[in-house]
């Protein structure tokens, strides 16, 4: 797969020999999960990261899962294909998802360290669209609906016919 980062569901093999590598892998990242004894829970961590330095990362593991793929196309074409959303790999709408990461409001809310990533493949975030300038109405009175809600003005006198 190129990645420490499977599906929970995801499973390794052929007929009985089939191991749930998804759920694994879910299990090692758990507290604990590498080990109760500190010195091999390094070891075992350090291995992990030798063949994937993301094996744990910090943001949500699709995330990664869906980065990986794209990291794996620029490595196998050197440069990241054209992906229109309704691709889907490995079970993954990854042109959805590459789509939604360019979007100015979701990549404000990435980390840093997110970012980097997808940028070293080519991916930019969208240019949101320039605020448009409100209509004034400085020059127009109130609407129907404005004046509605205005208070008759008084100018003081009350006077008497």
């Not at 089939?18 to 010195?39: E, F, T």
């Not at 490995?90 to 980097?116: C, F, H, V, Y």
């Not at 070293?120 to 409100?134: F, R």
Request: proline share 10%.
């Amino acid at each position: 797969m190129g990645h420490l980062a499977p599906r929970q569901d995801a499973v390794w093999g052929e007929d009985e020999a089939m191991v749930p590598v998804g759920q694994h892998m879910a299990n090692l990242r758990r507290k604990g999960g590498v080990g109760k004894d500190p010195k091999r829970a390094e070891e075992r961590a350090k291995q992990l990261a030798s063949i994937d330095p993301d094996w744990n990362c910090p943001w949500p593991l699709d995330w990664q899962r869906h980065y990986r793929v794209l990291a794996d196309l620029v490595d196998a074409d050197g440069s990241l294909p054209d992906i229109q959303p309704g691709v889907l790999m490995d079970g993954d709408d990854i042109g959805r998802w590459l789509q939604r990461q360019a979007q100015p409001g979701t990549w404000a809310q990435l980390s840093t360290e997110q970012q980097e990533r997808p940028t070293a493949l080519g991916v930019q975030p969208d240019q949101a669209p320039s605020p448009t300038p409100a209509a004034t109405r400085a020059t127009k009175g109130p609407n129907k609906a404005q004046q509605a809600f205005q208070r008759p003005s008084h100018n003081g006198s009350r006077g008497k016919a």
